[in-house]
């Protein structure tokens, strides 16, 4: 063991040969990984771009936007799926909205109380360049048989589907703009609600504190009236602007996402880097002051 740490502060600066940087940039600050691309291409729905970064592996970008990579997903999707799957009452059926690159159905899929996985992507495209590019996001999902996927428009899915169909509806779509708008409104959270069963509980992933500040508070205000209570839970995306990141809970009987049950954490919980409930019950409190009152106000 050394006596001291050792700290390297040489700064980076060009990219190597071969490699460039790509950037997710907003309001003057750039986001950026330095890394070759592998696929640049428009789909009906979206620019979609696959790179292969020097620090966080394959990564996916939606319209320039940053949606995840193989050394980093795992502290987006762990805190967006458990919270959810160790809280609700039951957990037979679970959907999914969004969620291409296959990491949130194989968090969901590890909870072995699973039955049924309906995971409605309205870009085939992400799926399939993720399934040949980023495997390890799916691992084992894409050929579970408690797996159906749907490429379709999940606002539509949500509005069809019958009322107390799951038991944990889970939203992982981009930011909100593009084909991600309409799942941040009103009616979409009501059909989300309408959907569960007593006990079920609904989870999203709620933007930036800090970059999307405005779009965070308005996304958890407007699921405290639709389910009268919801929590926001905040983390670190390094990857994501600002690296600071939020996901909010609701149920249809009170916080009950709060609390790991103890049996499904433990059925998790040693696979998990990121997420564990002593990690949960300090990032549900890690509610930042100014957004706490501008929450209450
Ligand atoms: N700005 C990034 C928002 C990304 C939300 N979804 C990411 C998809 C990962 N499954």
Redesign the pocket.
């Known amino acids: 063991m050394p006596d001291s740490v050792v700290f390297d502060p040489t700064p980076g600066t060009a990219a190597a040969a071969g490699s460039c940087w790509v950037d997710e940039i907003h309001q003057g600050v750039r986001y950026g990984l330095e890394a070759e691309v592998l696929v640049e291409r428009s789909s009906a729905f979206q620019r979609i771009t696959v790179i292969d970064s020097r620090t966080y592996g394959k990564a996916l970008l939606l319209d320039g936007?940053?949606?995840?990579a193989e050394r980093q997903?795992r502290h987006?999707?762990e805190p967006l799926v458990h919270p959810a799957l160790c809280a609700a009452e039951r957990i037979e059926r679970v959907l999914v909205i969004?969620?291409g690159?296959g990491?949130?159905a194989r968090e969901c899929l590890r909870h072995p109380g699973v039955v049924q996985l309906d995971m409605v992507e309205i870009d085939g495209e992400v799926v399939d360049l993720c399934q040949q590019h980023l495997p390890s996001l799916g691992g084992g999902a894409w050929s579970d048989p408690r797996f159906r996927l749907t490429i379709g428009d999940g606002i539509a899915w949500v509005a069809a589907a019958a009322a107390a169909s799951y038991d944990v509806v889970i939203v992982?779509?981009?930011?909100p703009a593009g084909p991600a708008e309409g799942l941040f409104n009103r009616a979409f959270f009501e059909h989300c609600r309408r959907l569960l069963r007593p006990g079920g509980v609904f989870a999203t992933?709620s933007?930036s504190p800090e970059v999307f500040r405005a779009v965070h508070v308005a996304t958890v205000r407007l699921l405290r009236e639709v389910f009268g209570h919801a929590d926001p839970l905040y983390g670190w995306v390094p990857m994501?602007?600002s690296g600071w990141w939020s996901w909010t809970f609701a149920a249809t009987d009170g916080p009950r996402y709060r609390q790991a049950l103890p049996e499904r954490a433990a059925s998790v919980a040693d696979g998990c880097a990121i997420w564990s409930p002593r990690w949960q019950a300090g990032a549900f409190e890690a509610v930042p002051a100014a957004i706490e009152r501008e929450l209450q106000a």
Not at 65 to 68: A, F, K, L, N
Not at 172 to 175: A, L, V
């Open positions: 936007c940053w949606m995840t997903e987006y999707h969004g969620g690159d990491g949130t992982d779509g981009s930011d992933q933007e994501y602007p």
